[in-house]
């Protein structure tokens, strides 16, 4: 597996579970756009988890000036299967009638939870269920779950007490490339 992990200089690393010792993946840690097209280029049947900040246009670079996944980059992916973990991802894979795992609006700090209207929530709180989350999907790629089930096995281990949690799992889509 390709893994391409954008980790804006605000964020801390809540996610490291996703890609941490993963044997026989290659990690791109806050890689450039050209490194990017060109470890994909190489490996065009490779799935690919992609995550970091992002908009329905794509995945964000480290600065968050520009887009390191893109409409532009689509045909690099349209090859595979895609994880694709960040803000709106789902919107850009069906736009781009990509194949794959996809997150919606996810919330991954206070500032989010607060901004979409779930009441105020400490750090740790967020960040400890964002962990929660980075081992469950962990834990199905280990297994060698089909990316289909993972919304619904995902959804069936998440604390429905939080209300932002309960968003994050209920906006979880697999997307067939249609």
Same mark, same amino acid.
């Given at each position: 597996?390709?893994?391409?992990?954008?980790?804006?200089? +605000?964020?801390?690393? #809540? *996610?490291?579970?996703?890609?941490?010792?993963?044997?026989?993946?290659?990690?791109?840690?806050?890689?450039?756009?050209?490194?990017?097209?060109?470890?994909?280029?190489?490996?065009?049947?490779?799935?690919?988890?992609?995550?970091?900040?992002?908009?329905?246009?794509?995945?964000?670079?480290?600065?968050?000036?520009?887009?390191?996944?893109?409409?532009? +980059?689509?045909?690099?992916?349209?090859?595979?299967? @895609?994880?694709?973990?960040?803000?709106?991802?789902? !919107? *850009?894979?069906?736009?781009?009638?990509? #194949?794959? *795992?996809? +997150?919606?609006?996810?919330?991954?700090?206070?500032?989010?939870?607060? #901004?979409?209207?779930?009441?105020?929530?400490?750090?740790?709180?967020?960040? !400890?269920?964002?962990?929660?989350?980075?081992?469950?999907?962990?834990?199905?790629?280990?297994?060698? @779950?089909?990316?289909?089930?993972?919304?619904?096995?995902?959804?069936?281990?998440?604390?429905?007490?939080?209300?932002?949690?309960?968003?994050?799992?209920?906006?979880?889509?697999?997307? !067939?490339?249609?």
């Amino acid at each position: 597996m390709i893994i391409v992990y954008v980790n804006s200089q +605000t964020d801390t690393d #809540t *996610f490291s579970r996703l890609y941490e010792g993963m044997e026989g993946s290659t990690l791109l840690y806050n890689p450039t756009r050209q490194e990017v097209e060109k470890v994909l280029s190489e490996r065009p049947e490779e799935r690919v988890m992609l995550f970091g900040h992002g908009t329905a246009f794509g995945l964000m670079n480290e600065n968050l000036s520009g887009y390191l996944i893109d409409k532009d +980059t689509v045909p690099l992916l349209k090859t595979r299967e @895609v994880i694709g973990i960040w803000c709106y991802a789902s !919107d *850009f894979a069906q736009r781009n009638e990509l #194949t794959g *795992f996809f +997150t919606y609006m996810f919330i991954s700090n206070p500032m989010e939870a607060y #901004t979409l209207g779930f009441a105020p929530y400490e750090e740790e709180v967020v960040f !400890d269920e964002n962990r929660k989350f980075a081992a469950g999907v962990r834990g199905l790629i280990e297994e060698g @779950v089909s990316l289909d089930q993972w919304p619904y096995m995902l959804l069936d281990g998440c604390n429905e007490e939080l209300d932002f949690v309960l968003f994050n799992y209920a906006n979880l889509v697999y997307l !067939d490339g249609e």
